[in-house]
């Protein structure tokens, strides 16, 4: 690395493309999760049916919100040229129709390790943490600029070789699992390679300045974490444990903290919901990055929160869904009434986890945050919040509806519009 030079203005000078691209592969290469011991169990063979099953449930939340992350990433982009290329993101996991793509190939995965369809749709039993992970990466990429939701799936420039390993051992140690379940894995090597490189060429052209080059740093680290923190909840799972609790109420807290809701809003749900969750959220997020998404959300953040808590916005009764209308339920509706999903899959059972310490289940940057402990702060508060008569009026519309449907806190900010961005040759988002 090369000595910083400074510019007129006092401004750090931007880092060549070499060193820009080598500060980011080596944040891949110090935080990928490919370290967690989780993983490292899996591919030395360590772990038992019932942990495997755990992952492949858990791990499934997260493989059905890519295409969400994926489709608020592309309402971003103005030029069309770049739209069809991340279109293709989309198709990726859901196919071009029934019965493809990669979250058809999870589900036969789960198959090919005896888990029915129906649990792995099953949100209720997404382990809390990883709620929280993933919503968090969803609400990242909702509410920052493209530059940062672009560089946080730079983590996929590890996920090839990742991909290998895994083949590898699930083949040698895990012959209980069905041969033809890891085409996922097989698939992902060249998805997954060929995505990373786009990503990383459009965060290259956009990143100009110092402070943008940092800033897809910053995103690329915070990914690494939500990755990291999806393994620790996995790894520490525990029977007597309960699994997640509503979808909207934490999502909309994660959406404040880790998207760094700004000014009205975080104050608002600060008061309402998180009280010192939020601050301690706050300090893991990127400072940086929580600066730009002042500079590009808060109007509208704000704008919503203030009306919102006025009341006079709040639609009538009769507009509303059942209990309240959240961004976060709607996305992953699709999810919660899969098509023929009618009932809970059979329960897995979990084994006992291992006991292990803590300080050696994080990265350098996660132990140094407070993410851990956020993370049961805000899903108390979502715990808190309870559900909803949701599924008895859905029973009414002849659709099926999972027993819990979460409420919404009415402080929590929706979906804001991020800037919409050209393509590689305009300015950088
Ligand atoms: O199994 C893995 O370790 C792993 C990691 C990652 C990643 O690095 O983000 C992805 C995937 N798998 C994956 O299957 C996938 O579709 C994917 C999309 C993305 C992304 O951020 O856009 N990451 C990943």
Not at 102 to 107: A, Q, S
Not at 275 to 294: C, I, N, T
Not at 401 to 408: D, E, F, G, I
Request: proline fraction near 8%; include cysteine.
């Amino acid at each position: 690395m090369t000595a910083t030079p400074v510019r007129d203005d006092g401004g750090a000078a931007p880092w060549g493309t070499a060193e820009f691209t080598e500060r980011l592969r080596a944040v891949a290469e110090d935080r990928y999760h490919d370290r967690h011991p989780f993983n490292v169990r899996m591919r030395q063979g360590e772990l038992t049916p019932a942990e495997l099953r755990r992952w492949i449930i858990n791990r499934f939340h997260y493989q059905r919100h890519i295409p969400v992350k994926d489709a608020l990433i592309l309402a971003k982009f103005d030029d069309p040229a770049l739209r069809r290329a991340w279109v293709r993101r989309i198709q990726d996991h859901d196919g071009t129709a029934a019965g493809q793509g990669g979250i058809e190939r999870w589900l036969r995965l789960g198959e090919a390790a005896g888990l029915e369809r129906p649990a792995l749709w099953d949100t209720a039993r997404v382990l809390p943490g990883v709620r929280l992970a993933v919503e968090g990466y969803v609400n990242f990429c909702r509410l920052r600029p493209a530059l940062d939701a672009v560089a946080a799936s730079l983590t996929e420039l590890s996920a090839p070789g990742l991909m290998r390993t895994r083949i590898a051992a699930f083949e040698r140690y895990y012959p209980w699992i069905e041969a033809e379940g890891l085409a996922y894995f097989r698939t992902r090597i060249g998805q997954g390679g060929r995505d990373s490189e786009e990503a990383l060429a459009l965060v290259q052209g956009w990143a100009r300045t110092r402070e943008q080059q940092e800033r897809a740093v910053a995103a690329l680290t915070f990914k690494c974490e939500v990755l990291w923190a999806l393994l620790d909840a996995v790894d520490s799972a525990s029977d007597s444990l309960p699994t997640g609790t509503a979808d909207g109420v934490s999502g909309d807290a994660l959406s404040v903290v880790s998207g760094g809701a700004p000014g009205d809003a975080s104050r608002l749900v600060s008061e309402r919901v998180l009280g010192d969750a939020l601050s301690l959220v706050s300090e893991g997020v990127p400072r940086d990055a929580s600066l730009l998404v002042s500079e590009h959300a808060s109007g509208d953040v704000s704008a919503f929160v203030s009306e919102r808590a006025s009341g006079d916005a709040s639609p009538p009764a009769s507009e509303r869904a059942p209990e309240d209308t959240s961004p976060l339920i709607s996305e992953s509706a699709s999810g919660d009434i899969p098509p023929g999903a009618v009932s809970p899959g059979p329960s897995d059972s979990v084994a006992s986890p291992r006991v292990r310490g803590p300080a050696q289940r994080r990265p350098r940057a996660a132990r140094d945050v407070a993410g851990g402990d956020v993370a049961s702060g805000a899903s108390g508060a979502a715990a808190q919040a309870g559900t909803s008569g949701a599924a008895a009026q859905a029973g009414t519309l002849g659709v099926s509806m999972p027993a819990k449907v979460p409420a919404r806190h009415p402080g929590a900010p929706v979906q804001t519009d991020t800037p919409v961005v050209p393509g590689p040759a305009g300015s950088p988002p």
